[in-house]
């Protein structure tokens, strides 16, 4: 079946890069997603990669994807106080499947 | 662009009431509307998928009797909670797709419900 992992976890300091890492099963995936979700709010597409590219970056986003080991990355350059929130990584052949989701702690 | 709202964005009800949670798509149509539920600190559980025009398919699981989706129009899709128990308060996000596409999907800000 469909399992997607990520550390539950990680604190960094304002001005930091921030990676966040996440693992799928599902190597018939096409496209592989960001999601950011604030406190009590729904969640907001960050960026996504299709299946045959290696990177994109978008401002101070960077998504690096793996398929041969299927592990998906997203970097965020400069991370500020802002950026504090969970991050869902998601794999989708027609539905997604999100991961637990990664809480991202910026310190000042 | 690609706005989905959601109504109410919370409600308290009294068991054994029904509630109705409204997913609006504001500036695209969209075919293909999700619901998923979130319990504090988890992943979110799919619940369903709804089409346009016609029924909703269920995650397994999921009470298609309890829990009642109509997606009537390319805009609106709606979510009723029947009967509900205190163990249906979640957070409940819906999300659409718009028209076309077939990889991208934007999610409303949540419904909170509390069931007393």
């Known amino acids: 079946g469909e399992d997607v992992e990520q550390s539950l976890f990680l604190s960094v300091r304002e001005g930091d890069s921030s990676v966040i890492n996440c693992t799928y099963t599902?190597?018939?995936?096409?496209?592989l997603y960001w999601y950011k979700q604030e406190p009590g709010a729904g969640l907001q597409l960050l960026t996504y990669?299709?299946?045959?590219?290696d990177m994109k970056q978008d401002q101070r986003l960077t998504v690096l994807l793996n398929k041969k080991d299927k592990h998906l990355s997203l970097r965020i350059a400069d991370t500020q106080t802002g950026d504090s929130a969970i991050y869902f990584c998601a794999e989708s052949m027609s539905t997604l499947t999100f991961g637990k989701g990664t809480m991202l702690l910026v310190s000042p | 662009g690609a706005v989905v709202s959601q109504h109410p964005s919370w409600v308290i009800c009294k068991s054994g009431t029904s509630v109705k949670i409204e997913c609006r798509s504001l500036?695209?149509?969209?075919?293909?509307m999700f619901w998923y539920r979130q319990f504090p600190k988890q992943s979110l559980m799919l619940m369903a998928t709804?089409?346009?025009?016609?029924?909703?398919?269920?995650e397994q699981g999921v009470e298609k009797d309890k829990f009642l989706i109509n997606h009537a129009s390319l805009t609106l899709s709606t979510l009723t909670v029947t009967s509900a128990h205190p163990e249906d308060s979640s957070f409940y996000i819906c999300?659409?797709?718009?028209?076309?596409?077939?990889?991208?999907?934007?999610f409303g800000p949540g419904t909170r419900l509390t069931v007393t």
């Open positions: 990669i299709f299946s045959n590219m």
């Open positions: 709804s089409n346009e025009g016609s029924k909703a398919t269920y």
């Open positions: 500036d695209f149509q969209a075919t293909t």
């Open positions: 599902d190597s018939s995936s096409t496209y």
């Open positions: 999300s659409a797709r718009p028209q076309g596409t077939g990889y991208e999907q934007y």
